[in-house]
């Protein structure tokens, strides 16, 4: 499969979870606000590694991912129906602080410039 293609899948995938998220109802899910990192999909599209991020912190990402996990059947279905690719990925959710490790280098950077 030619780069660019594999890139604009997964770009598409990473836009249709984004959506599928929004739609979901779990509390786990909806009370945090989560942000998609990073996708990752296998070249043979049998899976994807979903790296996702809260504005709370690494525990309210990992809580997050519970809900996110307890909906994979649902959120794989979705994406089936919306890519309409041969194989759908099945995705495998991981929490990250990287929305966090970014709001603190940001106020590090700002404190070194007020010095």
Do not use: W
Not at 66 to 92: D, M, V, W, Y
Request: with cysteine.
């Amino acid at each position: 499969m030619p780069g660019h293609k594999f890139e604009r899948i997964t770009e598409d995938v990473k836009r249709e979870l984004t959506a599928i998220f929004r739609e979901l109802k779990d509390p786990r899910v909806t009370q945090s606000m989560i942000s998609i990192v990073k996708v990752d999909v296998s070249r043979d599209l049998s899976f994807c590694k979903v790296y996702v991020s809260a504005m709370g912190g690494i525990e309210m990402a990992k809580e997050a991912v519970l809900g996110l996990k307890s909906a994979t059947g649902f959120i794989r279905h979705e994406l089936g129906e919306r890519l309409k690719l041969r194989n759908t990925p099945a995705p495998a959710f991981f929490a990250t602080d990287s929305i966090e490790y970014g709001a603190d280098l940001f106020k590090k950077l700002e404190r070194l410039k007020d010095s």
